[in-house]
């Protein structure tokens, strides 16, 4: 059997206020292919959109037990996975956790590869984090922008936890 090559995510998330419009936006590359993708929301928060862009990262990977390298400059999701907050977090059903709504869609996609995640200082001249900023930023300024139902959902049931 032929081994695929290592699909490399990088990630980034934005919103202009916290919460404010938001966007996220992620760059796959793989061998010599590349797939830019990017959203937003009219009323959102960093972190969500954050882990958002490495869900649509990981949702466009179309083949399974894929070998994935994850770079984000999110502390947030970065060390909810390496140092097993996420574990804790599904052991106790996702009560008192941010953004429970998205940490359920991730599972399943982290599961079905093998990824592994690595923090990269934002800001800081990375062409690829660069690219991924500049496509959340744009992505939060589109008119127009749907609403985030799961931010508007914990708002209204005032689970937001600090966010």
Known sequence: MDRRPTIYLYTDGASSGNPGPGGYGAVLCCG?????????FA????NRMELLAVIEGLSAVRW??????????????????NEGWLERWERKSFSKVKNPDLWMRFLPLYRRHRVSFHWIKGHAGHPENE???????????????PDDKGYLEAMEAGNLFGE
């Open 43 to 46: 009323l959102t928060t960093n």
């Open 32 to 40: 010599g292919a590349r797939k830019e993708l990017s959203g937003g």
């Open 131 to 145: 690219r991924c900023d500049a496509l959340a930023v744009e992505a939060a300024h589109r008119p127009e922008l």
């Open 64 to 81: 399974e037990n894929a070998e994935i390298e994850v770079w984000s400059d999110s502390s947030y999701v970065v060390k909810a996975i």
